[in-house]
């Protein structure tokens, strides 16, 4: 935890973002670096947000880095040695509760740093209870689902459609990919060895309950490919190196949809969860004013809508949703292939943000051990 001085010295700083802000005319840094997943997903930020913002300021030089995965260890790093790189940093909305927690994440404002929407709404009833920490500022909602070969369907079977079909290597035998974290997989293992969904959380909390879903997942261990950025399952699966694997929605909408590779949706038991943005504590403040300028034009209702022309996210304003239309090149309707949609929500998760904050220290060490064995 930090010091009262250094917690102090944040609030200070969050002060002067909103008056940085508030003024608009005060120096900025003419480079900022932004962090995110990556891929289809990166690249939807880059067209919603960050080249319509690089045509109001020419001057400002955008540098993209992919570590969003890693990012409360690079940063407990970065504060550690007092060299602070990153300017705004994308995380999943666990992620930012420790970061805040930790005070390596800055404290917003939001009706003072972010637009309100058209009709005047304030921008923290527009979120409305997306803002699960006071450093937070939600992008979107996503869901992590499984995406399968449709051409390696073994003859007589039925497309997978169940989340324990994962677990079946009888019928649908070929890798499966995984991400290399617990989060979801320790879930979706519980759920396979027959927890009822609203007790998994209750027997996750549990050393048999971890010990339980571990083993569970030995079952496939040796058939699994692990990966840890966000692209690396739509290539697995272009590729045909796994027959089915788990990563974020709107990846898979890219492969299927933009890439027209013969890859089909698994919907059930899809973990909802939210991504947004963070600042990190302590930058300088001309690079400080540069990200909250930035941040009130990124986070405002049309991009957010904007976004979902480019991936199948729903955006986490409320007054976004609305303005949602069609993929801004292939012209299809985006609303069917967001995760909300009622004919994909049929069995879904909804991700448990505090208890991932409180145990996921803990449960990722021991993941790390078993993966080792």
């Not at 992590?144 to 009888?170: H, K, Q, S």
Request: hydrophobic fraction near 40%.
């Amino acid at each position: 935890m930090k010091t009262t001085k250094t917690l102090m010295a944040t609030t200070a700083m969050t002060v002067a973002a909103g008056m940085a802000f508030a003024d608009n005319h005060g120096d900025m840094a003419d480079s900022m670096t932004m962090v995110s997943w990556g891929g289809a997903y990166q690249n939807s930020q880059i067209k919603a947000y960050v080249e319509p913002y690089q045509e109001m300021h020419p001057e400002l030089e955008v540098v993209t880095d992919e570590s969003s995965a890693e990012a409360v260890a690079k940063l407990r790093a970065m504060d550690e040695a007092g060299n602070i790189t990153w300017d705004i940093v994308d995380v999943v909305a666990a992620d930012a509760m420790r970061l805040c927690d930790e005070g390596l994440a800055m404290e917003i404002d939001h009706d003072d740093a972010l637009a309100p929407a058209p009709d005047g709404t304030d921008a923290s009833d527009d979120f409305g209870d997306l803002i699960v920490s006071d450093c937070f500022i939600p992008q979107i909602v996503y869901s992590t689902t499984f995406g399968y070969r449709t051409d390696m369907v073994p003859d007589g079977a039925e497309a997978p459609n169940d989340i324990c079909d994962v677990w079946d290597l009888e019928t649908y035998p070929g890798k499966r990919s995984l991400e290399k974290r617990p989060i979801n997989n320790v879930e979706w293992a519980l759920y396979c060895d027959g927890v009822a969904k609203d007790e998994i959380y209750d027997v996750l909390a549990t050393e048999e309950g971890q010990e339980r879903a571990l083993a569970k997942l030995d079952e496939i261990k040796d058939d699994v490919v692990w990966w840890s950025a966000g692209a690396d399952t739509p290539q697995l699966l272009a590729d045909g190196e796994v027959f089915m694997g788990s990563t974020y929605n709107g990846r898979l909408f890219s492969v299927i949809e933009e890439q027209d590779q013969p890859v089909g949706m698994m919907w059930d038991m899809q973990v909802f969860d939210l991504d947004g943005w963070i600042v990190p504590a302590g930058l300088p403040d001309e690079r400080l004013a540069r990200v909250m300028d930035f941040l009130h034009f990124a986070t405002d209702t049309q991009r957010l809508a904007d976004q979902a022309k480019y991936i199948s996210y729903g955006p986490a304003r409320a007054s976004s949703a609305p303005l949602v239309s069609t993929h801004a090149e292939l012209g299809i309707e985006m609303a069917p292939h967001m995760p909300t949609d009622p004919n994909n929500a049929a069995n879904t998760l909804l991700y448990n943000y505090e208890f991932w904050a409180d145990y996921r220290d803990d449960i990722d060490a021991k993941f790390q051990a078993w993966l080792a064995q």
